[in-house]
């Protein structure tokens, strides 16, 4: 213990006789880290919020269909419906699951929309409002005009379809649409609010009130194409995709075949995609950081070896051990590494606490006015400090091991 006391006692005196090499490498290590912590915290402030407006205004975190619906989502097949005792059955299984908040089932279907003057198509989700708004809380943000609620009756149209159709709030529409027996109906509704378009899987459905969607259908009972699921915690979304994956696969149709499938929102927003290039940068700013650090100190512990050859001869000559002699230059290169980290946390964490201060706002979409929140996880700290540690000792090894295996005589003739 007395002995690793003095290593460190004579490695810090080391540092602090050459100051300016010293301040140089720790000021570059010190940088190294803030930019890492201030990209991760932007980014992954970035990231959240894109997930948050795709989970929380349209897909939800998870969703169910009946087995092979997804494939042959596009066409929105009736016939593919749970059928009412089949979502009974799922909904037992949802209510028992803990990690769940709130789930929504939906109709979905595709029409034809009049305005008495002019057709289109349209694809439309038939809701209970009370359930969806629970399980899509920023659903009602996107209804850019009108009421942010949904009656029987009322119809939410997207907004391009809107303008293109050139109609507005409190005007009078006809739904006609076919159901899976192939019969035909119409209804009237009244356009009660504006949606707000966005990208993404169901960014440019309209919605109907759940009853008005069996009624147009001509359903006897309900047959629901998806059932949209809000967790507690987003962050537990694995552990609790995977516990309700194993729960209703059990499920099985009179075939022995599975009656459901579940997929999580990567598997159905092409955002998914954005989210992992997102992890990828920051991985490749993390190896940045870590040839920043390995260049930088490997280069100081290199010159510190090449100017200090007779004293490492002296020291060598009067019995010190070659071990002792490599833990003098792996303890310079773990309190360069230790100060960078600790100095370049404290600032980085300065750093984003003003960002937060500043409200700076930014457009995502047709979205404006969000306010960059950007926050880092003390483990992504943690693991930002360990890696700068663990990279200052390595980048140390080469120059303590060659140090250490100096001969004496060879070093002290050294001029």
Not at 11 to 17: S, V
Not at 66 to 93: C, D, H, T, W
Not at 179 to 189: A, E, P, T
Request: hydrophobic share 50%; net charge positive.
């Amino acid at each position: 213990m007395a002995a690793m006391t003095s290593v460190f006692k004579i490695a810090l005196r080391n540092l602090l006789r050459y100051k300016r090499r010293t301040a140089l490498t720790a000021t570059l290590v010190t940088l190294g880290v803030i930019f890492v912590l201030v990209f991760t915290s932007i980014a992954g402030s970035f990231k959240q919020m894109m997930i948050s407006q795709i989970t929380d205004s349209m897909l939800g975190h998870l969703q169910i269909h009946r087995k092979g619906y997804v494939a042959a989502i596009e066409s929105l097949p009736l016939n593919m419906n749970m059928k009412q005792a089949g979502f009974e059955k799922l909904e037992k299984l949802l209510k028992q699951e803990q990690g769940i908040a709130a789930y929504s089932p939906r109709i979905k279907f595709g029409g034809m929309f009049s305005n008495f003057m002019e057709t289109t198509n349209i694809r439309l989700n038939g809701i209970d409002p009370q359930k969806e708004f629970a399980t899509v809380p920023l659903l009602p943000d996107r209804i850019i005009s009108g009421e942010k609620s949904l009656k029987k009756g009322d119809i939410l149209v997207p907004e391009l379809l809107a303008r293109g159709m050139n109609v507005k709030v409190g005007d009078t529409v006809v739904i006609v649409a076919t159901n899976q027996n192939g019969s035909v109906n119409g209804k009237q509704f009244r356009i009660s609010g504006i949606l707000e378009s966005a990208t993404g899987p169901g960014g440019r459905d309209g919605y109907v009130h759940f009853d008005d969607a069996i009624e147009l259908l001509r359903m006897e009972q309900p047959e629901i194409s998806e059932v949209a699921v809000r967790l507690k915690k987003f962050s537990a979304l694995n552990k609790v995709a995977k516990s309700l994956r194993q729960v209703v696969a059990a499920e099985k149709n009179p075939m022995g075949k599975p009656l459901f499938e579940l997929h999580s929102w990567e598997d159905l927003s092409p955002f998914a995609k954005v989210a992992k290039m997102l992890n990828l940068m920051t991985v490749f700013i993390k190896v940045m950081l870590i040839a920043i650090v390995l260049v930088s100190i490997m280069n100081v512990m290199i010159m510190a070896v090449f100017e200090r050859i007779r004293e490492i001869g002296t020291i060598a000559a009067i019995g010190t051990p070659p071990a002792t002699i490599r833990s003098l230059f792996l303890v310079e290169g773990l309190c360069l590494g230790l100060f960078g980290a600790v100095l370049g946390n404290l600032i980085g964490i300065i750093i984003i606490g003003i960002v937060n201060l500043s409200q700076i706002t930014f457009s995502f979409g047709q979205q404006t006015g969000l306010i960059l929140k950007a926050s880092i996880a003390p483990a992504d700290i943690l693991m930002v400090s360990v890696i700068v540690v663990i990279v200052s000792v390595l980048a140390t090894l080469q120059p303590a091991i060659k140090a250490s295996k100096m001969e004496p005589i060879d070093a002290l003739r050294h001029v």
